[in-house]
């Protein structure tokens, strides 16, 4: 039932918790945003952890509203662990600077968490992605499997900037001229492997001087959600991306239509994160980019992945 030790602790603790105990924490309220997605989940404290009814009824709503956004949160990251675990099996982070682990070494944080932080001790950082913006993108989409969903949790924040942006891919396939929509469905894309989300040159990549030859997976235009049976664009990152089969000029045209189109206002929600804050979002239907901030102040963010299976796309859907 559960990939790791942790992930069977949770299932032990739930369980043992008294019929009254499981009823007093199963009261929890769903607040849409009002925009293209996401809603705020009242009435959860998950240092208590979640009964089977809230997982339930929290899986529900993530399917319905893409990003779930749980605030005011005082969490370890044990916690942290504990609660990603009821949303599937997690990946380990990854362990180097061009990651997203950062190069100072960290024993007391679990295998699971990858910080976020433009932070660094004695010149050398703590976590990834610095202070840059990162421009919209699907986390990790240059792998084979990428993760299904991300779970992000504030700890040190600037005084303004930082702010997180999603946008529903789902809205955005739907809303495409139909022409369009028979055009890209069963098409496939390069998702560069070179480049971090915030731009920067991963260790060991050479510049992408030839789009067609660009490292990455290769994965649908579109991608059939394998819980909602919808139909979702899948466009990972913009730079370097790449549609077989197309002429380089007939890629970039499309590609950029495609990105114009998804990004509109009408399809997006904006986040303006606070202390305590947990947002979790469903990677195969939501893509996220953060705004820049000032590098002198702090930002530290603690994040899990839950393991997710290889894009497809069923017309059927």
Not at 107 to 136: F, Y
Not at 250 to 277: C, M, N
Request: aromatic letters at 8%.
């Amino acid at each position: 039932m559960f990939g790791n030790w942790r992930c069977w602790t949770v299932y032990r603790r739930m369980k043992a918790e008294s019929h009254e105990e499981a009823l007093e924490k199963m009261k929890i309220e769903i607040v849409p945003t009002g925009d293209a997605l996401g809603a705020e989940i009242r009435g959860v404290d998950l240092k208590r952890g979640l009964t089977e009814e809230q997982t339930t009824a929290m899986k529900s709503a993530w399917q319905e509203h893409l990003v779930l956004l749980i605030r005011g949160q005082q969490i370890s990251d044990r916690e942290l662990v504990e609660f990603s675990c009821h949303f599937g099996v997690l990946e380990l982070a990854p362990a180097n600077e061009f990651t997203f682990r950062g190069n100072v070494d960290m024993p007391e944080t679990p295998p699971e968490i990858s910080v976020i932080s433009n932070v660094k001790v004695e010149g050398q950082p703590i976590g990834a992605l610095g202070s840059l913006e990162a421009d919209w993108h699907t986390d990790m989409s240059f792998m084979d499997e990428p993760p299904l969903g991300s779970i992000l949790y504030a700890l040190e924040l600037p005084t303004e900037g930082g702010d997180t942006g999603f946008s529903n891919m789902y809205a955005a396939y739907e809303s495409l001229p139909q022409d369009v929509r028979l055009r890209i469905d069963g098409l496939v894309a390069i998702h560069d492997n070179s480049l971090t989300s915030a731009g920067t040159l991963r260790k060991g990549f050479e510049q992408v001087t030839d789009v067609t030859k660009a490292p990455g997976a290769r994965h649908p235009l579109v991608r059939t959600h394998p819980e909602s049976g919808r139909n979702a664009l899948f466009l990972g990152r913009r730079t370097n991306s790449y549609v077989p089969g197309l002429s380089v000029e007939e890629s970039e045209e499309l590609l950029d239509f495609l990105w114009a189109h998804a990004v509109q206002p009408r399809f997006t929600w904006h986040h303006k994160w606070a202390i305590g804050d947990l947002v979790m979002w469903d990677n195969r239907c939501a893509m996220h980019r953060r705004d820049p901030f000032d590098d002198t102040e702090r930002r530290i963010m603690h994040r899990t992945q839950i393991r997710g299976d290889r894009p497809y796309y069923s017309a059927a859907a």
